[in-house]
């Protein structure tokens, strides 16, 4: 005689954190001696063992959870391609591998007297808000798992969606809303989310006083010309910081991380700025640099001895902490004199560089400065060697110096002009590279020992 298995039903009353989970159990199912031994009585006695001819298992049983019954006060109705474009946006600084889960979450404010939106992530050194228009019933705030939000939003092919809150079960469910083209296409998605409350304090700095106001062109041109230098977070957190100095007329920003240094200086526009001496992570930088247009302008917010800048472009805002700590006095290791400086053109030393860098073993290069021409010569023991030259007008004594070619690339690659200027004081100092038209840019090199031969 067998039994069958007896289920119990979900518990409806689980922590609202998670989803809702079912729990089953279930009661063996034994055999009937006769029909043991029958099937398989070698493998489940063994000789000598007085246990029963009794082959016993447990059979699933699968309860799916409970169906949410979302209010219909609680629903928002929005464009998907305006949805997904912001979850898109602020997911960029969301956190889920930090092992903090509700970093991995985005948090949702929908807002029924500005009808709006409101999403926010954050890694806890930098947070993204983005506010979208939205037909909002009644307000409400919860924090979803933004992949997962984005990945089904993404995968609707309808023209809106609609957001349905529930508080009971803290979740959402996700409606596609038909259109000509997908009338024969039902979406329905639930997502259970977390307490906004949990999520870590983000706000618009609205409240906060006006630091700075930037044009997006120049924002852009901050992240192409310092952007491109990382440092060793571990060793030098300084190094992973961005340095910004403004005395009210002109702002100076600096990125370093020990073997180069590039400085940019920005005239600010009269009332524009104040005074302030911070250093920003440099993810920062690079977010604003995706987000801002070269259009409209930026503003930045906060105090100069806060732990926290606001910059706002249009309705997103970029919220970042600031590093504690002292940045190093960069204008020392500058040579204030040179022995040589050199006037190559951009574009005819970045055709240089290409072909050096091919044969340059441990991206080491040798650059020979004379009055008439520069030259580069690169040598790879087991494949060849290179050795390439251009013209070049130059005053001062020729010199010879070793560089990384991966730095000078780097270096061409954020200059703008092509009329350049190279300054050489002696092979073991820096080598500085300006826009020879503008003294706003200034990128400096750390010399390296030359390879040593076998």
């Known amino acids: 005689m067998t039994t069958s298995p007896r289920r119990r039903t979900a518990n409806r009353s689980e922590s609202p954190v998670s989803p809702p989970s079912a729990e089953a159990t279930s009661t063996p199912e034994p055999i009937e001696t006769d029909q043991a031994d029958s099937v398989d009585s070698e493998t489940t006695r063994l000789p000598g063992d ?8 447990e059979a699933p049983a699968l309860i799916e ?14 464009l998907r391609e305006t ?5 898109q946006l602020v997911g960029r600084a969301a956190a889920p591998k ?6 991995g979450g985005a948090r949702v404010e929908a807002d029924a007297e500005s009808q709006t939106l409101r999403l926010a992530c954050t890694n806890l050194e930098i947070g993204i808000l983005q506010r979208i228009d939205a037909h909002v019933r009644h307000s409400w705030r919860l924090v979803i798992p933004v992949k997962i939000w984005t990945d089904t939003i993404a995968a609707m092919p309808h023209e809106k969606v609609r957001l349905r809150y529930d508080p009971d079960t803290l979740s959402v469910t996700i409606e596609g809303m038909g259109d000509a083209v997908t009338d024969g296409i039902a979406s329905h998605c639930v997502i259970y989310g977390m307490d906004a409350d949990d999520f870590p304090t983000i ?11 930037l044009n997006g062109e120049t924002v852009r041109r901050m992240v192409r010309k310092l952007g491109f230098i990382v440092g060793d977070v571990d060793r030098h957190p300084v190094h992973a910081s961005v340095h910004l100095v403004s005395n009210e007329t002109t702002l100076v920003c600096q990125a370093t991380d020990g073997f180069r240094l590039s400085q940019l200086t920005i005239p600010i526009p009269e009332g524009n ?13 690079r977010e604003l640099g995706r987000i801002v247009g070269d259009s409209g302008h930026v503003t930045m917010r906060g105090k100069d001895n806060g732990n926290q800048i606001w910059f706002t472009h249009n309705d997103t805002t970029v919220i970042s902490r600031v590093i504690d700590g002292t ?18 053109r951009l574009s005819w030393l970045t055709s240089l560089v290409r072909q050096a860098r091919i044969f340059a073993e441990n991206s080491v290069v040798e650059m020979t400065f004379n009055l008439e021409h520069l030259t580069m010569r690169a040598v790879t023991r087991q494949a060849g060697a290179a050795s390439v030259s251009m013209p070049c007008r130059a005053t001062g004594d020729p010199i010879v110096v070793h560089l990384n070619i991966e730095y000078v690339r780097d270096a061409c690659e954020a200059i703008e002009l092509d009329d350049i200027s190279i300054q050489v004081a002696s092979p073991t100092s820096p080598v500085v590279l300006r826009e020879h038209a503008s003294d706003n840019f200034m990128h400096v090199i750390m010399p390296m020992s030359p390879p040593t031969s076998k």
């Open 50 to 57: 007085d246990q029963p001819d009794v082959i016993t298992f």
């Open 65 to 78: 959870p409970a169906t949410p019954q979302p209010s219909a006060t609680h629903d928002v109705t929005v």
């Open 83 to 87: 949805l997904l474009g912001a979850l």
């Open 98 to 103: 930090l092992g903090i889960p509700i970093l």
């Open 203 to 213: 706000d618009d700095g609205s409240a906060m006083e006006s630091m700075l106001i």
């Open 273 to 285: 700025g104040t005074s302030f001496d911070l250093m920003l992570p440099k993810p920062t930088l």
């Open 327 to 344: 940045y190093p006095n960069v204008e020392r290791v500058i040579p204030s004199t040179f022995q040589i400086e050199a006037r190559p």
